[in-house]
């Protein structure tokens, strides 16, 4: 399956996306926006036009940290938060929330530091990821930004995949299938 790729346009930029099994029976087309320029800044421009008015951005580590950055850039803000998949010595006051994710193997947890909390706490909270597959990360993030008193205002990622294609609660710039172990598209 090495060599085999998935085609794709995402709001006007062309990418061949590399299909990499996730299991016996499953395989994903690989989105990897770290390292391309040109998709991060687009997609954080494109993103920003069909974005709700929200006062901070938060997303997951690691791979929606060029887009969360680049989107904080475009749009003038100086800050943004992570939710981190680690507890890091400066967090203090730590929410955190389980999440199991397509990606990861086995139970995770993400944590937010309770200064950034503090700060979003009845604030406009736009929520970023690179792909939303099962929507797992997106729930945990969006379950933290309540614990702190947030209000989410919308949901945001580069790319919708498999199941999460339908669902109107989020924005996006493309679809992505899910596909067999053959490489063939499921949905």
Not at 15 to 28: F, G, H, K, N, V
Not at 127 to 144: F, P, W, Y
Not at 161 to 179: C, Q, S
């Amino acid at each position: 399956m090495a060599d085999k790729t998935y085609p794709i346009d995402i709001a006007g930029l062309h990418r061949e996306l590399p299909l990499c099994p996730a299991s016996d029976t499953l395989t994903i087309a690989a989105f990897v926006i770290f390292g391309d320029v040109e998709m991060t800044v687009h997609a954080a421009r494109t993103l920003l036009e069909l974005a709700p008015e929200f006062d901070y951005l938060v997303a997951p580590e690691a791979k929606a940290i060029p887009l969360i950055h680049e989107m904080a850039r475009q749009s003038g803000r100086n800050e943004y938060f992570l939710v981190r998949k680690a507890k890091k010595l400066y967090m203090d006051g730590v929410f955190e929330v389980t999440v199991n994710s397509i990606t990861t193997v086995g139970e995770q947890k993400l944590y937010m530091d309770g200064a950034d909390a503090k700060k979003i706490k009845g604030k406009r909270v736009l929520i970023l990821d690179d792909v939303i597959s099962t929507g797992e990360s997106l729930r945990a993030v969006q379950s933290l930004v309540e614990q702190a008193g947030g209000i989410t205002v919308g949901k945001m990622a580069i790319l919708a995949e498999g199941d999460a294609i339908g669902r109107e609660d989020i924005t996006y710039l493309a679809p992505l299938p899910l596909f067999d172990s053959d490489g063939t598209p499921l949905n």
